[in-house]
């Protein structure tokens, strides 16, 4: 009974039979391999031109701060701020926490 009502128009459902929205899918972006080229030939030239040393201090600090119960943030930006890459700071945590594993729940 209510389907009917809904599909004869007599009940209203806002997003079924009324103010619907059409469905349009996205478009999709892509992006050329001369893009990834160039943006991996960016990163190799941050990666070198960037201190060394005090990338290590600010990912090494990072991670000794991981291992307490103190605020990551102030570390994150500072490793940021060395030109840390969001993978490099990934990986540092990965070493501290290691990686999630979802549970097998069947």
């Not at 209203?12 to 619907?20: E, I, P, W």
């Not at 701020?81 to 990934?90: L, M, N, P």
């Not at 990686?99 to 549970?103: D, H, S, V």
């Given at each position: 009974r209510l389907k009917k009502e809904?599909?004869?128009g007599e009940r209203?459902?806002?997003?079924?039979?009324?103010?619907?929205e059409e469905e349009e899918q996205p478009e999709l972006?892509?992006?050329g391999g001369k893009v990834e080229i160039q943006q991996k030939k960016a990163l190799k030239q941050l990666r070198a031109s960037r201190d060394t040393k005090k990338w290590?201090?600010?990912i090494s600090?990072?991670?000794s701060a991981a291992d307490t119960d103190e605020n990551l943030m102030p570390y994150i930006i500072t490793a940021a701020?060395?030109?840390?890459?969001?993978?490099?700071?990934?990986n540092a945590f990965r070493?501290?926490?290691g990686?999630?594993?979802?549970?097998e729940v069947f």
């Open positions: 809904t599909d004869d209203v459902l806002v997003g079924v039979n009324k103010y619907a972006l892509r992006i290590e201090k600010a600090a990072m991670q701020k060395s030109f840390a890459t969001t993978g490099e700071i990934s070493e501290v926490f990686e999630y594993r979802p549970k």
